[in-house]
């Protein structure tokens, strides 16, 4: 007795097979298109979080929850295995980490052919397994970093080897359905649902057998139940990790609100609706495509496969009921369903294919299964057709909002981040090392940063000294200065609660701990790796004290299965590299309810020599989830203490440790820049040589320069009184502006230096720049508002990046030529004037004049934000296109009405990189509008964007001579900054389509 009809179908013939490899080519196209578009979504970096660790930190860490840089990942370490491999053989990009399901998706092609070939015909299994390849449905699954092609892969297979077993009885394929089967485990926790289906399968399959063939029911049960034990054997190894993740998102509370999203009505929607366009009513027509599958199947006694493939698909949504967990109940973990649909209206399909036979004498057999599967094909093409829209579903884009961070560091060589997890793997994932981290601070110099703050938390801390850079979607940005002021001195209180970036200013030495501001504590960095934070506390030699009493506050945050292996260690001394364990403690000293911890240690008196005491605080975290981490550090001084005759004030040794960890220069003169970030300027009451301090006439001078400059940090006296103040010019002013007469730019260092990079900005033009002896022509003239950015290797880029919520006139102004162009109503957007069309050009051209020389343009990057209204007709559109010689113009991109009338695009990201055939000295950029019912948005969230990259721009560096550098631009104003180091120019970041 057979589950379907597969064992009276002869083999598959090879036009059977030429359609399978067809659809399977095509679905493979499908799933690769523009597949690095779109940057990672949140829940592929929860996969990349961990997959990109060593094994020995990836398996105990998914399998109990470990700290990460991500969310909680409920699930199996299989397609992590896969991805890590991934990683290792080929370069680490998003394709690299989308890889395995992408491969796991073009395989279920042919295995949704096999199992409806078995399950119904050889029909059905065709346009099953076109439905498969065209719908955005699984295609979604399989572009995705996430296990569930893997998962659905494994447990097809697993269902096909079972209906083979059932039907033959076979060794090998029990031992398929056994590998499949494990691997589906290990693949997804959805795996028990479908795998207790498949066991009410086998129930159905010998309660039928009983009546006609005991035997054949027994040896059938007594199969299954050995196969099914192997499958729990090969999965008993991550059996606590599978009862550990069932602990954590346990749930005592009502479950019934968890389905808003769930149900087979919903995958059909989802399906069939997703980002299709044309307007039809396509949950409808495939409705009824299913429907009437239904009909024909039942018609022709398929129920037993019905049943079966209906046990198959439900069981999850079956199960998902019944389970009471914290999870809201979604789509994506009731995938299964999908394939009932398909299966339903590959049957349809089969319908409609047969109505041709019936009126011809001896109809071909190849006829009815070529139009079952072209039926599928036409059917489902509508929604693979919005590709190119899907693909751009998550705009606007991080990759961009990143590659823009890197382009404006100006001169910020650190990245920090509000909390120490989420934004950081995203940003180290895309910029690698391009900036610096609290993962390598290995001294006490001065850092100017950037600092990375969720744009969407509701609560946050204001923290003084910031200077605001750009808000965007995904990060607010501001940018900093921490002046380092270690070591402190013990004869005062001192008290840290982390709630700031203050330990960046006191702490002496540091691997893999910085502030995580969300919750006011000091965290791992890297949570694989312990951290050690080392405050030094100082005397002037000669004093005498007694023990300092330290109080260290550790907060815990546990997780719900159970108490983190997180443990930490003070200790103490007075020398830092002979530190003695003080105290330590663990997540089980809190005790219950707690989640504050107080050890009391003692400070040892200072160093006679050196009047140096040190305290450290270890921190490891382990492999279980939650977190052990110092919330507060209290130092209270010595009872007794003697200071030497003549010892300095307390702030002048406050000053001392200043300039002993940062260049520090007396006065600023006439110069208006700083060249690199580890470079401040101090002022006192009076000038102070020894500790490089200028005077009140030398902060008068440089307030003059900048009278809206604040000090990064200052230092007070016993009474509370400040008496010296640090500036750094760069952090408000990275930039320094030219006119034609000479202006000091540099203050200068103690020996020449040479400049690898140069940034002009503002009105860049051609302009001819002089540098104390040296000259520099701007190879290019660009947009006013334009950044260019020259290497000493030749190469550069112009990046141009406006926006529209501005005056009108001023956008127009950086237009090369521009007609009937309007300013969008409330909102920063351009339009037309009135119904009639308009466009505007952006150009890039060689410097005006005889003398200029362009620097060959190789390629550019440009993303936009169009919009249209719909209007029946398809007139409505904006167009973009690009020319090198003014004249002829090659298309870029189009977005046109749908006729459904509604806006389109309002965050409709369109992106397009092009090499151009050969270099070209200028380029010119057309943005063309149908009417008031076509907009192209720039805003920080949607920001028109063009980057231009540039070969032999000329410049090879810049020499700069000992001496202060008097700079001029005869030819214009422009802003400018030389940097020591290269700017970044090979980031490719940007999207393209």
């Known amino acids: 007795m057979t589950m379907g009809r597969d064992a009276r179908l002869p083999a598959p013939a090879a036009w059977e097979w030429a359609i399978v490899c067809a659809a399977t080519l095509l679905g493979l196209w499908l799933r690769l298109f523009a597949l690095d578009v779109v940057g990672l979504w949140w829940d592929e970096f929860v996969t990349l979080g961990r997959a990109a660790w060593p094994l020995a930190d990836m398996l105990p860490s998914l399998a109990f929850q470990g700290p990460s840089d991500v969310s909680l990942d409920s699930s199996p370490p299989l397609f992590h295995l896969l991805v890590h491999a991934a990683l290792r053989v080929l370069p680490a990009t998003d394709a690299t980490v989308k890889l395995p399901s992408l491969a796991a998706g073009t395989l279920t092609i042919p295995v949704v052919w096999l ?199 439900g069981c999850a949504l079956a199960m998902a009921a019944a389970l009471p ?179 960046f200013a006191d702490v002496f030495a540091v691997q893999n701990l910085a502030p995580d501001l969300g919750y006011a504590t000091l965290a791992l960095y890297d949570c694989r790796l312990p951290g050690r934070a080392v405050f030094a506390f100082a005397l002037p030699p000669g004093s005498t004290a007694g023990k300092a009493p330290v109080r260290v506050t550790l907060a815990l945050r546990p997780g719900k299965a159970g108490l983190p292996e997180a443990g930490a260690t003070v200790l103490t001394g007075t020398d830092p590299g002979r530190l003695s364990p003080a105290a330590r403690a663990t997540a089980r000293d809190f005790g219950p309810g707690r989640d504050r911890l107080d050890l009391d240690v003692a400070l040892p008196p200072p160093d006679p020599a050196t009047g140096l005491t040190f305290l450290a605080v270890e921190i490891v975290a382990g492999h279980v989830d939650g977190f052990l981490e110092l919330a507060g550090l209290r130092v209270t001084p010595p009872t007794e203490v003697r200071l030497p005759p003549g010892a300095p004030a307390l702030w002048q040794r406050r000053a001392a440790a200043v300039a002993a960890n940062t260049p520090v220069l007396p006065g600023l003169g006439e110069a208006r820049a700083a060249l690199g970030g580890a470079t401040l300027f101090g002022f006192a009451d009076a000038p102070d040589p020894v500790l490089r301090l200028g005077g009140p006439e030398d902060l008068a001078a440089y307030l003059r320069a900048y009278p809206d400059d604040a000090p990064v940090a200052t230092v007070a006296d016993a009474t509370g009184a400040v008496r010296v103040r640090y500036f750094d010019p760069g952090l408000r002013h990275p930039l320094a502006g030219l006119a034609a007469a000479p202006r000091e730019l540099l203050p200068g260092f103690g020996r020449p230096v040479t400049a690898k990079g140069l940034i002009a900005a503002g009105n860049v033009a051609g302009q001819t720049l002089r540098f104390g002896q040296a000259q520099v022509q701007l190879p290019v003239a660009g947009p006013a508002g334009s950044r260019l950015l020259l290497g000493a290797d030749g190469r550069g880029l112009l990046h141009f990046s406006p926006t529209f919520d501005r005056p009108l006139p001023r956008i127009l102004d950086e237009t090369f030529v521009a007609d ?28 005006p004049g005889e003398a200029g020389t362009a620097a060959p343009i190789e390629a550019f990057r440009l993303a936009w934000y169009p ?19 003014g004249s002829r113009y090659e298309p870029l991109g189009e977005l046109r009405s749908e006729g459904d009338f509604f806006w389109y695009g309002g965050e409709m990201r369109m992106a397009r990189e092009v090499r151009l055939p050969q270099p070209a000295d200028r380029l010119y950029l057309r943005f063309a509008l149908s009417g008031a019912g076509a907009r192209l948005w720039s805003a920080p969230g949607t920001p028109l964007s063009l980057d231009v990259t540039l070969a032999g721009t000329g410049f090879a560096g810049l020499p700069l001579p000992q001496g202060p550098v008097a700079a001029a631009s005869p030819d214009g104003d422009v802003l400018v900054r030389p940097t020591l180091a290269p700017p970044a120019l090979g980031l490719s970041l940007r999207e393209r389509l």
């Open 820 to 847: 009937a162009v309007a300013a969008a109503p409330g909102e920063p957007a351009l339009t037309c004037s009135g119904d009639a069309p308009c466009f505007f050009t952006y150009a890039v051209t060689p410097p």
């Open 115 to 313: 199992l409806g070939r078995r399950l119904f015909s050889r029909e059905t299994g065709l346009a099953a397994a076109v439905v498969c390849a065209v719908s955005l449905f699984p295609i979604h699954y399989s572009r995705e970093a996430r296990p569930y092609a893997l998962y659905l892969l494994c447990a097809l297979a697993g269902f096909l080897f079972l209906l083979r077993a059932m039907d033959s009885g076979r060794r090998r394929d029990w031992a398929g359905f056994v590998l499949a089967n494990a691997a589906m485990f290990y693949a997804s926790y959805l795996a028990s649902a479908t795998f207790a289906a498949e066991g009410l399968i086998v129930c159905g399959r010998a309660a039928l057998l009983w009546r006609a063939d005991r035997p054949a029911a027994r040896r059938l049960c007594r199969d299954a139940a050995l196969a099914a034990g192997l499958v729990v054997l090969a999965y008993l190894p991550w059996v606590p990790g599978h009862l550990f993740q069932v602990r954590t998102i346990h749930s005592d509370g009502p479950t019934g609100d968890r389905f808003a999203s769930a149900g087979f009505s919903a995958v059909l929607r989802a399906f069939t609706a997703m980002h299709d366009q044309s307007g039809l009513p396509w949950p409808a027509i495939l409705g009824g495509l299913a429907t009437l599958g239904l009909a024909r199947h039942l018609l022709l006694g398929r129920w037993r496969s019905l049943a079966a493939l209906a046990v198959w698909a």
């Open 325 to 503: 967990t914290q999870i809201d109940v979604s789509i994506r973990y009731l995938v299964n369903l999908f394939f009932l649909y398909a299966y339903l209206a590959a049957g349809g399909a089969e319908a409609l294919a047969a109505l041709p036979g019936r009126f011809l004498p001896n109809p071909p057999a190849v006829l009815a299964p070529v139009l079952a599967a072209a039926l599928a094909l036409g059917c489902g093409w509508p929604m693979a057709a919005a590709l190119p829209v899907y693909v751009k579903r998550d705009s606007p884009s991080i990759k961009s909002a990143l590659a823009d961070l890197a382009i404006r560091r100006d001169g910020a060589d650190w990245l920090f981040f509000y909390r120490n997890r989420h934004l950081k793997i995203i940003a180290e994932w895309y910029l690698g090392d391009t900036f610096r981290t609290a993962a390598s601070l290995s001294d006490r110099a001065y850092r100017r940063f950037l600092l990375l703050t969720p744009h969407d938390l509701t609560e946050r801390r204001a923290l003084p000294g910031l200077v605001p850079v750009r808000e965007t979607f995904w990060a607010d940005v501001a940018r900093g200065g921490a002046v380092n002021r270690a070591p402190l001195p013990l004869d005062v209180p001192y008290a840290a609660d982390f709630s700031d970036l203050a330990f």
């Open 867 to 885: 919009q249209v209204l719909t209007d029946g007709t398809g007139h409505n559109r904006v167009t973009v296109a690009y020319s090198t010689d």
